[in-house]
């Protein structure tokens, strides 16, 4: 633990030295004075993920052994001459999504997008106080709407924070993920996250969701692959990790 009246005396100890010796003096000194913030800092660093450590789907699906590809919604129509390149605009992954250090991460709020729980509290925690008090000047949202705040401590630049159904709603939960990437497109952002919408407590099925939340994507990439490097599905269970490859698969075959 760090004490002032020690630091004082070793402070008071150390002669005056031409400033290269006082560097190597106090280098050691602040180490010894300050080993728990710098620690947590290495740890903070550390964890952090960006783009290039996460491979493309594309990459992904030829790497290992997949499940079949899932049986495509009724409607769910693919431009299958798109399939090679838009592969390689998304990514699945399994992890903390207040880690990724990207453009934006989507944030599954309520409609007050106040504090809650789930990942909405746990990105909330992450970015600290200043985005409750953005948030709370956005003067709510829709269902099925989105709107945009700063990333402040976390490591991507931007939250954008939509409101999912409770219960299932195709239609309200396809506008969440159009007029997320919406919003990431007026700001110039190329790359995005997505938690697990709606599902949860919202009573959304998960295997629906998932078909609901690939689909629409792969819909809006169709019209605007130029405009993003990566869209990722950030996934934190078994059951949506294993659906998630399965209807990836439906939606963009390798």
């Keep these: ?8 005396q070793k402070i008071s100890q150390i002669p005056v030295k031409p400033l290269n010796q006082w560097l190597i003096i106090s280098k050691p000194f602040i180490l010894e004075a300050y080993p728990s913030l710098l620690q947590q800092q290495a740890r903070k660093m550390s964890s952090v993920v960006q783009v290039v450590d996460i491979p493309t789907w594309k990459e992904q699906a030829r790497e290992k052994d997949l499940p079949e590809a899932g049986k495509a919604l009724p409607g769910n129509d693919i431009d299958k001459s798109k399939n090679d390149v838009l592969a390689g605009k998304v990514s699945l992954w399994r992890g903390d999504i207040t880690k990724l250090k990207i453009d934006a991460i989507v944030n599954a709020a309520n409609s007050s997008l106040l504090p809650g729980g789930g990942v909405d509290g746990a990105i909330h925690k992450a970015a600290g106080p200043d985005l409750r008090k953005e948030c709370k000047d956005l003067n709510g949202c829709k269902t099925g709407e989105a709107k945009i705040a700063q990333g402040y401590k976390l490591p991507a630049k931007y ?7 409770k219960g299932e709603y195709p239609a309200d939960l396809k506008n969440c993920y ?7 497109l007026e700001k110039n952002l190329r790359t995005v996250a997505f938690p697990c919408i709606s ?5 959304y099925p998960n295997e629906n969701a998932s078909h609901v939340a690939i689909h629409t994507v792969r819909q809006f990439l169709e019209e605007h692959s130029e405009k993003f490097d990566r869209i990722i599905f950030c996934v934190f269970l078994d059951v949506d990790k294993n659906l998630y490859e399965q209807v990836l698969q439906t939606y963009f075959p390798v």
């Design 1 to 8: 633990m760090f004490c002032l009246k020690s630091a004082v």
């Design 159 to 165: 939250v954008i924070l939509t409101v999912g159904p």
């Design 178 to 184: 159009v007029n997320s990437l919406t919003r990431a």
């Design 199 to 203: 599902t949860g407590i919202y009573g």
